[in-house]
């Protein structure tokens, strides 16, 4: 699995595992944030985190265009890593107002466009070395791994943080209380949230009695809690850099857009391609990017619908065996176990086949004892949930590069579009779970007057599995999706339809805001998943239809 890969893949994988850790750091509390400091419906906190992610993967139309033409590859990515660390510094300040808070976002969106696609660029790059033939595929699902790694952290990071800062204020997290005393200082809360917040109040242990002093002070130290957990981005971020400039000589080579080659070799750099070519070859891409709006729109609603969701109507507690997966060392433990496990079965001596053995047999004794000593309840916070998704990846990628060269060997391996026709049909299963698990619960606006949290909450493995069969959708779209641009891209446009890539991912999380609106709208909740479904089995039907057309611009 990891053999006969360039080196530089390591490094590159690793800079952009640190830059995500932070990013997903971040991106798991910001609607917490915005709802909890602001006072935001979730409509516009959703709106906002749908403004912000489509600046994310906007800006790299600009960072590739810079890349194509400028600095080249390299250079634009290390500014980015410094533009981003700016940005997330000014996120961490406490007491920050709404445009500060928008200045702060716009800049990490600019440095992660300067950032994010270029250093995708130099992966595919490094697959252009023709001994590397039939391997990029493959590459750049490790690298997507190396991504989700950092992403499978960051949901504890920001609440071990979040919990440490509020614990030293003498309080803890509570779901229902931001919204009732935003409520109750505005003047808006009735009389059976009053009644509601009196008994959350006295359940603290802050030992304030006054209703109006105890709802500004949990609204001020929760907001700074989150702050200084937006500030675990700046350590991630000097590490990606270290990283980056450390091993730069491990993909120096790779760095490199066309004009630059062309001067370093006083002659043509690429493979001239006709007009036509061309033509064909960005309108494919184009085709595909369509496509990949309506996945994103559904996917991206981890942080945003899911995640209250997670917060509303979910159980604030796991027991049983499901108790295992909300401690993220038990899950990195399992995604360890998972790898020595294929090392058993891929080690080519008996030396590596014993040291994967032996690595599996004390992962498996690990956990048997972490699972004895946990608690029979733990406690959910609710961004928890979205470390499930990058544990699945980390986790399942092993089993998707195994199968897929498994039917390569046999010549049946899919083309990449048709992968990700078919992730867009397992997308939608992911929201028929969702759908039934919402079937019957009251509307968010119906729960407002409460604290916003249903009174009958559904089993957390609803969303656990949910997460699972949406990461199977994207373990068939997305890195797959970025080796399909590598690979067709026109030479001269890589930088350039990479951040087209992007652009059409930005358009997609723009979207995301749409179920946040009807979040807040009075339909059923089971309604708002269904839009989802519908759109991602469109999107598949469109994909499929113009299939022969995309496999031929690969050719």
């Known amino acids: 699995m990891f053999k006969n890969h360039p080196k530089g893949l390591y490094a590159l994988a690793l800079a952009n595992t640190g830059e995500r850790f932070g ?17 935001l419906d979730s409509a516009a906190a959703t709106r906002l985190n749908g403004i912000f992610l489509a600046a994310v993967y906007f800006l790299p139309l600009l960072g ?27 996120m961490t300040v406490p007491g920050m107002g709404m445009i500060p808070l928008i200045v702060a976002l716009f800049i990490i969106a600019l440095g992660t466009g300067l950032f994010k696609g270029n250093l995708q660029v130099m992966v595919g790059n490094l697959y252009d070395d023709p001994k590397y033939k039939g391997r990029r595929d493959p590459g750049f699902s490790l690298f997507y791994m190396a991504i989700n790694i950092g992403a ?8 071990a943080v979040t919990n440490f800062f509020l614990k030293k204020a003498g309080l803890f997290y509570d779901a229902k209380i931001p919204a009732l005393a935003h409520q109750f200082l505005t003047g808006t809360i009735r009389p059976e949230g009053r009644s509601e917040l009196v008994s959350l109040v006295s359940a603290q242990h802050a ?35 270290l990283i980056f400039l450390a091993f730069r000589k491990t993909f120096k080579h790779a760095d490199y857009n066309s004009k630059q080659l062309a001067a370093k070799s006083n002659k043509a750099a690429t493979v001239e391609l006709t007009k036509k070519q061309t033509t064909e070859r960005v309108v494919a891409l184009i085709l595909v990017f369509v496509v990949v709006i309506f996945f994103w729109m559904a996917f991206h609603q981890n942080s945003g619908t899911m995640t209250l969701f ?38 080519e001596t008996a030396k590596a086949k014993s040291v994967s053995t032996a690595v599996l047999t004390a992962v498996l004794a690990v956990l048997v004892w972490n699972y004895g000593g946990m608690s029979r309840r733990i406690d959910i916070l609710p961004q928890i949930f979205q470390q499930f998704n990058p544990f699945f990846v980390v986790a399942l990628t092993p089993f998707s590069i195994a199968i897929f060269a498994w039917l390569a060997k046999r010549g049946k391996e899919p083309s990449t579009p048709r992968k990700i026709g078919v992730g ?24 407002k007057t409460v604290g916003g949290v249903s009174p009958t909450p559904v089993s957390p ?12 959708a994207e373990l068939l779209l997305s890195p797959m999706g970025i080796s399909f641009v590598t690979k067709v891209a026109p030479p001269k446009l890589k ?25 807040e709208s009075g339909i059923p909740l089971w309604a708002v998943w269904a839009v989802l479904i519908v759109l991602c089995l469109l999107s598949a039907i469109f994909i499929f239809s113009i299939m022969k057309r995309l496999e031929n611009a690969t050719e």
């Open 23 to 39: 990013y997903y750091t971040m991106l798991a509390i910001f609607v917490l944030f915005l709802q909890a400091k602001f006072g």
């Open 64 to 90: 590739g265009f810079i890349a194509d033409n400028w600095l080249g590859y390299g250079k634009t990515v290390t500014a980015g890593i410094v533009v981003m660390f700016v940005g997330y510094l000014l």
């Open 152 to 159: 499978m952290f960051a949901p504890a990071a920001a609440t």
């Open 207 to 241: 030992g304030i009695a006054d209703l109006a002093q105890f709802s500004q002070l949990y609204i001020d130290r929760l907001s700074e809690a989150y702050n200084y957990a937006f500030g675990v981005a700046c350590i991630s971020l000097v590490v990606s850099m």
């Open 310 to 347: 997670a917060r509303d109507y979910t159980q604030n507690f796991a027991e049983g065996w499901t108790r295992i997966g909300f401690n993220v060392l038990n899950l990195f433990l399992i995604a360890v176990g998972v790898y020595a496990l294929f090392g058993i079965f891929q080690s």
């Open 424 to 447: 867009m049909l397992v997308a939608a299963l992911g929201f028929v779970i969702l759908a039934v698990a919402s079937y019957g619960l009251a509307s968010p606006p119906e729960l």
């Open 461 to 472: 493995n609803w969303l656990i599995s949910t997460y699972l069969v949406l990461t199977f």
């Open 495 to 519: 930088g350039l339809m990479m951040g087209g890539w992007f652009a059409a991912t930005a358009i997609g999380n723009y979207l995301t805001s749409v179920p946040g609106e009807l979040w």
